[in-house]
């Protein structure tokens, strides 16, 4: 089954790139990666949209695949990649038995991409996929934010942001606490008939995600406050985790 991506259309990804623009904090993730890795290793990236992290990647020599369950993000990403240097294919990493071949030295979630997951039982699916997917000595890194602020969140929040000279987004977001979800809305505005996205995210706290993840087979090995590899305190806005397999 195909993730349920409503919010990742043909429009979202067409501003996705204004929205993270390369060099967003890109070149410090891809700098930490390759850190981490060996010549052509191969590199999983679930959730790859259009290839921000994964193309570099690739230029470096290692060996990419991707899923993702947006065909618009992955016709971005085709566009992108003249060179077919990334292995990308339409899937749901949050259904069970994802077969992506297996034997990854590195499996990525970065951008939050994690809280789609809006259960736990969609959150177990991801990371026991993630473990299947593992080499033996493999690693999985997860990016996420700290959802300490959002938790506490009584009203909707409305801001807005800037994409282009022609083209604003506006954003709302609720919280739902009992449920630890997060409910957004961008409407783009750029001149053409407003559209709408909603995008709902279910954050889990860090100690949380090392729960999950020992109930699926993995266990932390490091956790940063960020891609320079900053120290992981109370006041980090968000933390990159670092998990290996139980074998
Ligand atoms: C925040 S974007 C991150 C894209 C890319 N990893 C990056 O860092 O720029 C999240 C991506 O995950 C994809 N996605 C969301 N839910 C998914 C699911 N259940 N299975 C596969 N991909 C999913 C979206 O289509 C989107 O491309």
Not at 25 to 44: C, I, N, Q
Not at 101 to 120: K, P, Q, Y
Not at 145 to 157: C, G, N
Not at 170 to 199: C, F, K, N, W
């Amino acid at each position: 089954m195909i993730a349920q991506n409503a919010h990742y259309n043909e429009k979202m990804a067409s501003v996705y790139e204004q929205m993270y623009p390369i060099g967003f904090d890109t070149d410090a993730a891809v700098e930490y990666f390759s850190g981490m890795l060996k010549p052509e290793a191969k590199v999983l990236e679930l959730g790859i949209g259009t290839g921000r992290i994964a193309l570099p990647m690739a230029e470096r020599g290692f060996r990419l695949h991707g899923v993702d369950g947006s065909e618009a993000m992955l016709a971005k990403l085709a566009e992108h990649d003249t060179e077919s240097v990334v292995t990308a294919v339409l899937g749901d990493f949050t259904q069970p038995d994802l077969d992506m071949g297996g034997d990854f030295d590195l499996v990525t979630l970065v951008l939050n991409t994690f809280f789609v997951a809006v259960s736990r039982e969609a959150q177990l699916n991801c990371l026991r996929n993630v473990r299947d997917q593992l080499a033996e000595n493999g690693r999985f890194v997860l990016e996420a934010f700290d959802p300490s602020p959002y938790h506490v969140m009584t009203k909707p929040d409305f801001s807005m942001r800037y994409l282009n000279e022609t083209a604003i987004m506006l954003d709302t977001m609720m919280v739902d606490r009992s449920q630890q979800l997060m409910v957004a809305t961008h409407t783009i505005v750029d001149g053409g008939p407003p559209e709408t996205t909603q995008h709902v995210l279910r954050y889990a706290f860090p100690l949380e995600i090392d729960l999950l993840a020992e109930l699926s087979g993995l266990k932390l090995v490091e956790r940063w406050g960020g891609w320079h590899q900053q120290p992981y305190m109370a006041s980090s806005p968000r933390h990159v985790s670092v998990y290996e397999r139980v074998n």
